[in-house]
């Protein structure tokens, strides 16, 4: 802290005579991306010894993020009582022994960690941490904040959080430490758009533990444990990457554990003992060793040296490795051929680069995982639904705080390094394999979900700056901008304690959007002024009683949800006046006038309409019985409910005993169960929306929705206290018969990209035996899943939803989607607690969500479902102001209407990162956001001119750089690999093979174009 104190007086000195403030100079050094380096890398590694079994030792520890202690609780090593476990003291003991022996080497894998521990040592300790890098004796491995779920995750917050971790070493270390191999040993499974991100990262390869039981089986006897992974159907080359599944687990091998808590025995090597055991644990680690060599292809075989929170003790467990070491290899006088060394996974890749063997690919992913006959782990796919949500809500919010930041170039002392910092350290903690996977105890979801609620505030300051200076005309600061968090069970302390005010609503789309607004209001009137003067059309629908009954709304006094439709510019803002009224004229007014609802009659007709879509419901059932598309006169037979599987519940003495549990789905059931025999219907008709309200008990109820003009229809869902009196565990679905011949096929997204191609009872690269019927086709859905009539090929129905939820087909024409789950056991796998969350009444939690219905023909469906997603994903953001001017006071002093942009971005390009990077500087990536032959039209190639595209600012240069912007692309330069096409009978969601790889223009092109389902990432220099 001296240092950077003296350092900090130095440069403020030198830049304040420059006109520039120091911490700008700071912020701008150290966000530089960096030349590669020559100093460190493979040429570092030992490969071992030709003829011999070369195997690589790896030292690591699996720390967790989050799982049965708290991010604070696994670094300081409190509450030992849960897990004995303390991070700091690894990292200590650690870098205490590779300073005492060259010869040794560590691997480090989440920054989350490692960032907090650096920030608390002192200069001489990291000078020491700096050559240990760059000597190659440390290794940074993936290198994110943390190691990722898989399947929760969505793929711009799996970007953000390398991306965060990257910059962290780039700025600390330089190019030595950057991560050249991706490493997610534990995940519960493996993303095959996981994969590509990491190809479009620049690492040279991917290794993991965690495969389905009967794929690794049929793997190590045939020796394809490694592979190249062929990761998209769209990108080709560019998104190959060579991938390695462990032998065993990523422990080290049974019996070998040398950490103190462990109880295996420790190498006594001293003659004069009368328990010298060193011939009996060499012969037993050389057997171990000599059957997993069997597995591999090359004479190279990588063994992990560590586990979860290993190396507290660092010199028990090297003191131990480097007696097998020594005594191994002194076998090889006696003609072994197995040679022991310290290694990490890049020098083993490195190695089985250079063996100049031809290896097999694979072209479809790791979903969904089994740890034996019994043992889905598809349940964690929905577990903790609620978080789930509340992780993609606050990434939507986050990328909308980093774009205001850069429009209105705030200082670093308001965002990136400070406040905007908290929001984003939260979201990569967030997004942690025990985290958003709802795979972690009750007390630790709550400290995520309170990281996240803490980011949020702090962001919530960024916001209300950057909109001061982007609505100011002159010297005028606007009022604070206030926000809602709970809007989603109507309740919202600001809308409701004024009666007077401005809404703010920002479109982070870089395009023109129209979206519905839904205020919760107190009163039944409302004047409501556009940013042009114009009065705007607003309808009142009342809160419904199930809203009301929420335990948490009870401060809410809001009576009405008032609903209007608003216009926003492209990566803008729109002001909208709001004045309470008792006018008479204005309550006769059609604009204002209070929707009612009523019991509809069981002989009544039920259809609600609008222009493109009618839904027909049931007048005996109170269910949907049929959805048209009316634009192309499509109509399916569309039935659809909220049923429930009921948990199986076993003694867990065997797999088949095995309970349904936080990872484990499970059900008793073939085909789930309703929840009630008849349904309760109330219809709300207005001018901008129609409502058909479900009651199919006292648990579970549904809003059918159908906007004016809408393409779509939204399905409201609320789930919950699920009921244990029975004392059985529930999983609660929403089913769906659509009648359409989808021939065992169905369709989801990977991490909210690429689609893929899921057959029911089938695995592509080996023979599936089906143990558990349903949780063996149950696969993520991060975004949408959908089926088609496959045999007319006429009709394609897609469910999109606003979190990452499990699905599946278990029928031909059925889709089912996973809402909530509630069990009275654990399944075994260590969290050792039932997933059974509580609401603030201690009587179980209530869950809400929406699915959105999509029916149109097989060609048009991709741009309808493409674009709906891109709009889930980055909705508008609101916020809101005190106002007591009136409407021509209030624009004479601000900006009432803002863009970023001076043209919108072309309809198949998404602006997936602006985030501010220096004082001069801002990273930038665009994506195309459609696949190949997905439509006509949008399918093709896009173009985007940089020059003058920005309001604020003028674009001087840009530099492309990898995905994770810690190297410049003309710098990267991956690994080549000698690899067969093992699986060309793979039928993929297009159905052709892509291997071209897009042409990229000159880094310092203007004119950006974009190929299917590529991102491009740039940072950009601004004219001064």
């Known amino acids: 802290m001296e240092t950077l104190l003296c350092l900090s007086l130095l440069f403020a000195t030198f830049c304040g005579c420059m006109g520039t403030p120091w911490y700008r100079y700071l912020f701008e ?14 040429e570092t590694c030992d490969l071992g010894k030709a003829g011999m079994v070369n195997v690589h030792l790896i030292p690591h520890t699996h720390d967790d993020v989050g799982w049965l202690k708290t991010v604070d609780q696994y670094y ?44 608390q040592q002192h200069d001489l300790v990291r000078h020491q941490v700096k050559q240990l890098v760059n000597e190659g004796r440390l290794e ?125 025995e420790p190498i006594r090597d001293d003659d004069r003992l009368h328990d010298d055991n060193v011939k009996a644990r060499v012969d037993e680690f050389m057997k171990a060793m000599s059957d997993r060599a069997k597995a591999f292809a090359t004479s190279h075989v990588m063994q992990t040296m560590g586990d979860d929170f290993n190396f507290q003790n660092a010199n028990m467990n090297f003191k131990n490795i480097d007696k097998l070491i020594r005594y191994v290899n002194d076998r090889q006088a006696e003609g072994s051929k197995l040679n022991l060394l310290y290694s990490t996974p890049s020098c083993y890749l490195y190695a089985l680069n250079k063996a100049n063997y031809t290896w097999p690919s694979k072209s479809d992913d790791f979903f969904p995982y089994a740890s034996d006959p019994h043992a889905y782990w598809t349940g964690y796919f929905t577990s903790r639904s609620s978080l789930k949500g509340y992780v993609r809500e606050t990434n939507n919010f986050l990328q909308a705080v980093k774009q205001l930041d850069t429009l209105s170039q705030l200082g670093p002392e308001h965002s990136s390094n ?94 023109p959007v129209t979206s519905w607004v839904r205020l919760p209001v107190v009163n039944s009137a409302y004047r409501v002024t556009g940013p042009d003067g114009k009065p705007v059309v607003t309808q009142m629908v009342p809160v419904s009683s199930r809203t009301k009954a929420i335990p948490e709304r009870k401060p809410s006094k809001a009576q009405y949800t008032l609903l209007m439709n608003v216009s926003l510019p492209p990566l803008g803002f729109s002001n909208y006046f709001f004045n309470y009224t008792t006018s008479l004229l204005f309550h006769q007014n059609e604009a204002s006038r209070v929707t009612r609802d009523s019991t509809l009659k069981k002989q009544d007709d039920i259809v609600i309409q609008n222009q493109h879509v009618s839904v027909s419901i049931n007048p005996t059932t109170g269910m949907i019985e049929s959805m048209t598309n009316k634009d192309k006169g499509i109509t399916i037979p569309l039935q659809q409910s909220i049923l429930y599987y009921s948990s199986f519940q076993g003694n867990q003495s065997a797999p088949k005993w095995r309970n349904s549990g936080a990872y484990i789905f499970r059900p008793k059931e073939k085909f789930p169960l309703p929840t009630a025999n008849s349904v309760k219907v109330t219809k709300v008709e207005g001018l901008h929306v129609t409502e058909v309200h479900q009651t199919m008990n006292e648990w579970a109820t549904q809003v059918i929705r159908l906007y004016n003009n809408a393409k ?13 009196a029975d004392k059985q565990g529930k999983e609660v679905v929403s089913y769906f018969r659509t009648g359409l011949a989808s021939n065992k096929l169905f369709y989801t997204d990977a991490n909210g990209r690429e689609i893929q191609l899921r057959t029911r009872d089938y695995r592509p690269t080996w023979k599936l035996n089906v143990t558990e019927p349903v949780s063996v086709n149950y696969y993520p859905v991060n975004s949408r899943i959908f089926l088609r009539d496959e045999v007319n090929k006429k009709a394609q129905f897609s469910i999109l939803t606003d979190r990452s939820l499990g699905g599946s087909s278990m029928r031909d024409g059925d889709l089912e989607i996973m809402l909530h789950r509630r069990m009275l056991h654990d399944d075994g796998f260590g969290v050792n607690e039932a997933l059974n969350e509580q609401g603030c009444d201690k009587k179980g939690l209530i869950v809400r969500g929406k699915l959105y219905l999509l029916l149109d023909t097989i060609e048009a469906s991709g741009s309808l479902h493409r674009d709906m997603a891109e709009k889930l994903f980055m909705a508008p953001t609101l916020s809101f102001m005190e106002n007591s001017l009136p409407y021509s006071a209030w624009t004479a002093k601000y900006n009432v209407m803002y863009s970023g942009v001076k043209r919108a971005l072309p309809d198949n390009v998404h602006l997936l990162t602006m985030e501010q990077w220096t004082a001069s500087t801002f ?102």
């Not at 309740?491 to 409701?496: D, G, L, N, V």
């Not at 092109?1005 to 004219?1023: E, G, N």
């Open 712 to 724: 779509y229809v939204e399905l409201e869902w609320t789930v919950g206290p699920i009921p244990v």
């Open 76 to 119: 300081y090593g409190s509450r030992n009582n849960i897990q004995d476990a303390g991070v700091q003291y690894i990292l200590d003991s650690v870098i205490d022994q590779l300073q005492k022996d060259p010869k040794k080497r560590f691997i480090y894998v989440e920054m989350a960690f490692f960032y907090r521990w650096w920030n």
């Open 418 to 511: 400070y406040k905007l910092g908290v929001l984003k350290r939260a979201m990569g903690v967030a997004q942690h394999h025990d985290a958003v996977s709802g795979t972690e105890k009750q007390h630790v979801a709550y400290d995520y979900a309170e990281r996240l609620a803490n980011g949020t505030a702090e962001s919530q300051q960024v916001v209300s700056h950057a909109y001061q200076k982007l609505m100011a005309k002159g010297s005028d600061v606007t009022p604070d901008h206030q926000f809602c968090d709970l809007m989603n069970i109507s309740r919202c302390a600001f809308t409701e304690s004024h009666s007077q005010f401005v809404l703010t609503v920002y479109n982070p789309i870089a395009r």
């Open 140 to 264: 940074f491995i993936l290198g994110g904040w943390c190691m990722n779920d898989e399947a929760a995750t969505h793929y711009n917050a799996i970007i953000d959080q390398h991306t965060l971790g990257f910059k962290f070493l780039r700025d600390n270390f330089g190019d030595c430490a950057r991560p050249r191999v991706a490493w997610q040993i534990d995940p519960f499974g493996h993303s095959k758009e996981q994969a590509s991100l990491f190809a479009q990262m620049g690492y040279d390869g991917l290794f993991f533990a965690r495969i389905d039981y009967a794929d690794k089986a049929k793997r190590i006897a045939e020796k394809t444990l490694e592979m190249m992974w062929k990761a998209s159907n769209n990108l080709g080359e560019s998104a190959n990457l060579f991938t390695g599944a462990f032998y065993g687990h990523y422990s080290a091998p049974s019996r070998f554990c040398f950490d103190t808590n462990c109880r295996d």
């Open 923 to 1024: 990273l930038l990536r665009l994506e195309h956001f459609y696949e190949k032959n997905e439509d006509a039209t949008l399918s093709k190639a896009a173009t985007v001119s940089l020059l003058g595209l920005f309001a604020p600012f003028e674009i001087g240069s840009v530099d492309e750089l990898m995905l994770g912007a810690n190297q410049r692309l003309a710098d990267s330069h991956r690994l080549k690999w000698n690899f067969k096409d093992t699986q060309n009978d793979y039928k993929s969601y297009v159905d052709k093979s892509y291997g071209a790889e897009s042409n990229h223009v000159p880094s310092n092109a203007l004119d950006v174009t974009l190929q299917p389902m590529q991102i491009r990432t740039f940072q950009v220099s601004l004219k001064q």
């Open 29 to 42: 050094e150290n966000n530089k991306v960096t030349s590669s380096s020559s100093q460190c890398g493979y």
